[in-house]
């Protein structure tokens, strides 16, 4: 449940608890009343609740007007211990008694209490059929309602019969009800504290518990878990949200380490590709100095060999540079609008000589349209011809080394496409060899090296291009790398 909702439910259980508990109090004074009704044969109100005076007056109306229709039919009657005996049992049930005083004199007592101070205190006999004001209230110690019927018996002698109320009957029901409702109350408060705090603590802790838990665990790089809740509010939800966040982290983690893997991996490789021509460089400047090209036709080969292997290297630190800009996004473009024929052929003519100085058999095709444009950077397009090619050369194991480059119209765009006759790459190779860092020859004693880096550049940049590039290749027969890049038209021009 959402916290909008929870809230609105606490808001209604806060107002439906009053009405809960004013029912409860109903229910209660219904209780009581029954008690009443039974105890004292009367039937109260709410309003009459508190009127002990009424609710005793009532409870002993009918059995004082029974003595009273007995006095005038049989006054004599009043005297017989059975009679009164049964008269008292009617009101013991009502919590009151019956005390009947002749001469002043105690006959009967319907209680077995200490009477002394109540007889002290009973109100004297009155002249026979004075019954206008039949109950007082006697205070002081005793406290009790009394009922008096005064009689005058055959042989003239005075009698009086108390009906004997003592308040504290009355007292003992009224307290038990406002205890009764005070419990209730109480029950009904700590019941809805109780709920409405497990609620809250499973809706709201129990979530953020977890948060707190997963918190600490990231914060010791540990990645490998799961917050599982179930519910749909907005804790959840977050909770959701750091779940994710937690899953961003652990993959920019595993990107991190595979990152850091990649680059040990290629400073090893870097420092394995310059330290051979670095070595082939030192040989033959010592063969220079120590006079072993003592012909012009040595010397010329060692002096051209040299700036082979100067060229290697400074073609690898270009590389690095170009790989820095790529992860900072930083890449100096110069899109320009360039002739595809006369920038292939001019690439060509440059690719032929570097090709004859390392004795490898160059040819060159272009069949597309003079004058057809292309928006390219070229100083960056070269870089891709040359890492292709390059790297073509790198792994040839043949005696006889061959490279092609082909560029011919492609609809919308112009394709260029590089052969060699190399050992060929396995299918299983093809689709990661633009990857960074992949290598398919994986030794490190491998005399061809490699970064790893090369091809994943030539990827960047035709992409950047907004061109495409691919691999072709047949097991010891060669490779062909493919490569379009959109033609200039019209509509580029307004957009520009």
Same mark, same amino acid.
Request: glycine share 6%; hydrophobic share 40%; net charge negative.
């Given at each position: 449940?959402?916290?909008?909702?929870?809230?609105?439910?606490?808001?209604?259980?806060?107002?439906?608890?009053?009405?809960?508990?004013?029912?409860?109090?109903?229910?209660?004074?219904?209780?009581?009343?029954?008690?009443?009704?039974?105890?004292?044969?009367?039937?109260?109100?709410? =309003?009459?609740?508190?009127? !002990?005076?009424? #609710? $005793? *007056?009532?409870?002993? %109306?009918?059995?004082?007007? /029974?003595?009273?229709?007995?006095?005038?039919?049989?006054?004599?009657?009043?005297?017989?211990?059975?009679?009164?005996?049964?008269?008292?049992?009617?009101?013991?049930?009502?919590?009151?008694?019956?005390?009947?005083?002749?001469?002043?004199?105690?006959?009967?007592?319907?209680?077995?209490?200490?009477?002394?101070?109540?007889?002290?205190?009973?109100?004297?006999?009155?002249?026979?059929?004075?019954?206008?004001?039949?109950?007082?209230?006697?205070?002081?110690?005793?406290?009790?309602?009394?009922?008096?019927?005064?009689?005058?018996?055959? =042989?003239?002698?005075?009698? !009086?019969?108390? #009906? $004997? *109320?003592?308040?504290? %009957?009355?007292?003992?029901? /009224?307290?038990?009800?406002?205890?009764?409702?005070?419990?209730?109350?109480?029950?009904?408060?700590?019941?809805?504290?109780?709920?409405?705090?497990?609620?809250?603590?499973?809706?709201?802790?129990?979530?953020?518990?977890?948060?707190?838990?997963?918190?600490?665990?990231?914060?010791?790089?540990?990645?490998?878990?799961?917050?599982?809740?179930?519910?749909?509010?907005?804790?959840?939800?977050?909770?959701?949200?750091?779940?994710?966040?937690?899953?961003?982290?652990?993959?920019?983690?595993?990107?991190?380490?595979?990152?850091?893997?990649?680059?040990?991996?290629?400073? !090893?490789?870097?420092?394995?590709?310059?330290?051979?021509?670095?070595?082939?460089?030192?040989?033959?400047?010592?063969?220079?100095?120590?006079?072993?090209?003592?012909?012009?036709?040595?010397?010329?080969?060692?002096?051209?060999?040299?700036?082979?292997?100067?060229?290697?290297?400074?073609?690898?630190?270009?590389?690095?540079?170009?790989?820095?800009?790529?992860?900072?996004?930083?890449?100096?473009?110069?899109?320009?609008?360039?002739?595809?024929?006369?920038?292939?052929?001019?690439?060509?003519?440059?690719?032929?000589?570097?090709?004859?100085?390392?004795?490898?058999?160059?040819?060159?095709?272009?069949?597309?349209?003079?004058?057809?444009?292309?928006?390219?950077?070229?100083?960056?397009?070269?870089?891709?011809?040359?890492?292709?090619?390059?790297?073509?050369?790198?792994?040839?194991?043949?005696?006889?080394?061959?490279?092609?480059?082909?560029?011919?119209?492609?609809?919308?765009?112009?394709?260029?496409?590089?052969?060699?006759?190399?050992?060929?790459?396995?299918?299983?190779?093809?689709?990661?060899?633009?990857?960074?860092?992949?290598?398919?020859?994986?030794?490190?004693?491998?005399?061809?090296?490699?970064?790893?880096?090369?091809?994943?550049?030539?990827?960047?940049?035709?992409?950047?291009?907004?061109?495409?590039?691919?691999?072709?290749?047949?097991?010891?027969?060669?490779?062909?790398?493919?490569?379009?890049?959109?033609?200039?038209?019209?509509?580029?021009?307004?957009?520009?």
């Amino acid at each position: 449940m959402k916290l909008r909702n929870r809230l609105i439910v606490a808001f209604l259980i806060i107002i439906m608890v009053p009405f809960l508990m004013f029912g409860i109090i109903m229910l209660t004074f219904t209780r009581y009343r029954v008690v009443v009704q039974n105890n004292y044969g009367v039937s109260i109100s709410l =309003d009459s609740i508190t009127d !002990s005076v009424k #609710i $005793i *007056s009532n409870s002993t %109306q009918e059995s004082f007007e /029974t003595l009273q229709a007995q006095a005038d039919e049989d006054v004599e009657v009043l005297l017989n211990p059975a009679y009164l005996e049964a008269r008292n049992a009617e009101l013991l049930e009502r919590y009151s008694y019956l005390v009947v005083m002749v001469d002043e004199e105690l006959y009967y007592c319907g209680t077995e209490d200490d009477v002394t101070t109540l007889l002290e205190n009973l109100p004297a006999f009155r002249e026979e059929g004075d019954t206008a004001d039949s109950s007082v209230y006697i205070g002081e110690e005793t406290q009790a309602f009394v009922r008096q019927l005064d009689v005058v018996f055959a =042989d003239g002698s005075e009698g !009086s019969i108390y #009906i $004997i *109320s003592p308040v504290g %009957q009355i007292v003992q029901q /009224t307290r038990k009800l406002l205890q009764d409702l005070v419990i209730a109350v109480v029950v009904i408060l700590v019941i809805t504290a109780f709920l409405m705090i497990v609620w809250i603590y499973t809706g709201v802790n129990v979530p953020l518990k977890k948060l707190s838990e997963a918190t600490n665990r990231i914060k010791e790089k540990d990645f490998d878990f799961e917050i599982e809740v179930k519910g749909h509010d907005e804790i959840s939800m977050l909770c959701r949200d750091f779940d994710d966040m937690r899953r961003q982290l652990k993959m920019q983690e595993e990107e991190k380490d595979s990152f850091d893997r990649q680059s040990k991996e290629l400073i !090893s490789n870097i420092s394995h590709d310059l330290k051979t021509p670095i070595t082939a460089v030192k040989g033959y400047v010592e063969g220079i100095m120590d006079g072993v090209a003592d012909t012009p036709e040595k010397m010329d080969r060692y002096i051209r060999t040299i700036y082979i292997k100067a060229n290697d290297m400074d073609r690898l630190i270009n590389e690095l540079t170009f790989y820095s800009k790529i992860d900072t996004n930083r890449i100096p473009y110069n899109f320009n609008k360039i002739d595809a024929v006369e920038y292939f052929d001019d690439c060509a003519e440059e690719v032929g000589l570097e090709m004859h100085e390392r004795e490898v058999r160059f040819s060159y095709i272009n069949t597309v349209e003079i004058g057809t444009l292309v928006i390219a950077d070229a100083e960056q397009l070269k870089r891709v011809i040359n890492n292709i090619i390059g790297n073509s050369i790198k792994y040839m194991d043949k005696p006889k080394k061959e490279v092609q480059l082909r560029v011919f119209d492609a609809g919308d765009y112009v394709q260029a496409e590089i052969e060699d006759n190399g050992k060929g790459i396995e299918n299983k190779d093809l689709v990661n060899i633009f990857d960074r860092f992949y290598r398919t020859d994986l030794s490190r004693n491998s005399s061809q090296g490699g970064s790893g880096i090369g091809l994943s550049i030539v990827r960047k940049i035709i992409e950047d291009h907004g061109g495409r590039i691919w691999a072709t290749s047949k097991i010891g027969e060669g490779t062909t790398m493919h490569f379009v890049i959109r033609k200039y038209a019209l509509r580029d021009s307004a957009k520009q």
